[in-house]
């Protein structure tokens, strides 16, 4: 197997990790995958991703739950602007909203950078929320309808970071190309502090240039590396190394 040690993009961003926890599997799960879903940071919006799963005896509070990352493109005011919005948006409405969740701050190392978030996901109650000590940590306290208080830590931390790599594969087949990225995927899963926002990505895209057919549309597809556009692009411009077919 060859191997091009060649270069990827890399952006300085903005990240925040934290721990959400749930009842069950299924709470967990929908709350994690909401709150990480549409990866979109292309759009000047946000992306997440798990980076692992924990059980009731890794938790803060004794119950399953996951580590999670969001991130921003940028480093300045501006992103930091809308990184504390779309970070208020995800909780609210991926987590908040699950049954039993709660979220508590899980950046790995200390920063300086904090973001209080009562303004943000702390007045979903109204004028009703309190601030309450429990696990040693300082949490906002949200009461909901369902009988129970949704929890999230009061201030989570953030810090600058570098968001992007990839590893492109050239396989002889679909089904090869799932198999090896999904063990690729299971590989990266094991490391502490990183996450695949995309897992298993079928599309990649190329740069908006001034010749873009479509700019309205942002990142479009990398033609040049689509095996099914073989005899219709020029082959100059077809990149797709004989044999591979995804």
């Known amino acids: 197997m060859e191997i091009e040690d060649t270069y990827c993009e890399a952006f300085e961003g903005l990240v925040v990790q934290l721990m959400v926890t ?10 994690v995958n909401s709150f990480t879903a549409l990866p ?22 004794g119950r399953i ?34 049954p039993t969740t709660a979220v508590f701050d899980y950046y790995p190392g200390s920063t300086e950078f904090k973001f209080n978030m009562m303004n943000n996901v702390g007045h979903c109650g109204d004028g009703y929320e309190w601030i309450v000590e429990k696990f040693n940590r300082k949490l906002i306290d949200v009461p909901i309808m369902m009988g129970y208080d949704f929890l ?21 087949s679909i089904e090869s190309g799932i198999k090896v990225g999904r063990e690729c995927v299971k590989i990266l899963a094991e490391l502490d502090n990183i996450c695949t ?26 033609h040049p590396y689509c095996p099914m556009l073989k005899g219709r692009i020029s082959p100059d411009k077809f990149k797709v190394p004989e044999g591979v077919y995804s």
């Open 152 to 172: 999230i830590e009061e201030e989570l931390s953030y810090a600058q970071g570098v968001m992007g790599g990839n590893l492109w594969l050239f396989c002889d």
């Open 65 to 98: 739950g996951a580590i999670v990352q969001l991130w921003v493109t940028g480093t300045g005011k501006k992103a930091t602007a809308k990184f504390y919005e779309q970070l208020g948006r995800r909780v609210r409405q991926g987590i908040l909203v699950v």
């Open 22 to 31: 749930a009842q069950d599997t299924l709470f967990l799960e929908r709350a």
């Open 197 to 222: 926002t995309f897992d298993v990505c079928s599309a990649g895209s190329k740069p908006v240039s001034p010749d873009a057919k479509y700019p309205e549309i942002g990142p479009s597809t990398n």
């Open 40 to 61: 979109s940071t292309v759009f000047g919006d946000a992306e997440g991703g798990i980076v692992k799963w924990l059980s009731t005896e890794e938790t803060i509070d």
